[in-house]
């Protein structure tokens, strides 16, 4: 099995755990709770910052004296927008499930921990769509670069059944600005229904890298670097949650040249 794909550890508690240590870079973090009701995830973001999005159910969230209160309403990360939770460094969080919940914790560096807490609600994230024909995508901002944060860009994709996403493939991994930025990225992968399956490529132009990869669900993706085109089969949509952060909190992409001309179409 390749190095970029996570698989998740079991069906309770904490399922999915990358750190930047696991995945051999130097930024970005995630972790994936699944939760029943009464039960809770707590953290301290020491020096980094968080966003914690709640894939689906319900939950009451607290960050230091802050208190949320019940946010959640999807069941389904198909089924609506997120309620999301800012958590600035040196804070600490918890999250109390009401009812059955998934809840991803998206991290990254820390730079001025000046940013207070904040609810990020469906009212609060911007909604578009991407692409045409069988590259049309759905996509919900819920931290772009718009927003206030240090580090995090927070982004979900739907891409409907038999379509491709991420894709003509482009990369972000070469500090190159205004061209181009430098930005890890995860892939937080869902299936609808949850015994389809998808497919993700992870290469380099010079395939000094070049891992394909069965995409099923809840499994999670690393992209350290190199161009990351998904695409999922007739029948079954897929649903991502990206995490990027790099040393500049811009997303600026490289098309791969010998498929740009599929923008002009």
């Not at 904490?14 to 707590?42: C, K, M, N």
């Not at 198909?78 to 939770?85: L, M």
């Not at 380099?204 to 690393?222: Q, Y």
Request: net charge negative; with cysteine.
């Amino acid at each position: 099995m390749t190095d970029l794909l996570v698989k998740p550890a079991g069906s309770h508690g904490r399922t999915i755990h990358v750190t930047p240590q696991s995945a051999g870079w130097s930024h970005v973090g995630f972790d994936l709770y699944q939760l029943q009701p009464g039960e809770i995830a707590e953290g301290n973001t020491g020096d980094r910052e968080v966003c914690l999005v709640l894939i689906s159910g319900k939950a009451r969230a607290i960050v230091e004296d802050v208190d949320f209160g019940i946010i959640g309403k999807r069941m389904s990360p198909f089924d609506g927008k997120p309620y999301s939770v800012y958590v600035p460094s040196e804070h600490d969080w918890i999250v109390t499930a009401t009812t059955e919940v998934t809840l991803a914790v998206c991290s990254a560096p820390a730079t001025t921990g000046e940013l207070p807490p904040r609810l990020i609600g469906p009212d609060h994230v911007g909604q578009e769509t991407r692409g045409a024909g069988t590259n049309l995508r759905h996509v919900t901002n819920i931290l772009p670069e718009s927003e206030p944060a240090d580090s995090l860009l927070v982004v979900e994709v739907i891409t409907p059944g038999g379509h491709t996403s991420s894709y003509p493939p482009h990369k972000h991994d070469t500090d190159n600005l205004p061209a181009e930025s430098l930005l890890e990225e995860t892939y937080y992968h869902r299936i609808e229904p949850p015994q389809g399956f998808a497919f993700q490529r992870v290469y380099t132009d010079d395939r000094s890298l070049d891992e394909t990869m069965l995409i099923e669900d809840g499994v999670v993706a690393l992209v350290p670097r190199g161009y990351h085109p998904c695409a999922t089969i007739h029948g079954y949509d897929l649903y991502y949650l990206n995490v990027m952060a790099g040393p500049k909190r811009t997303w600026r992409f490289h098309n791969a040249p010998e498929h740009e001309w599929l923008l002009k179409k």
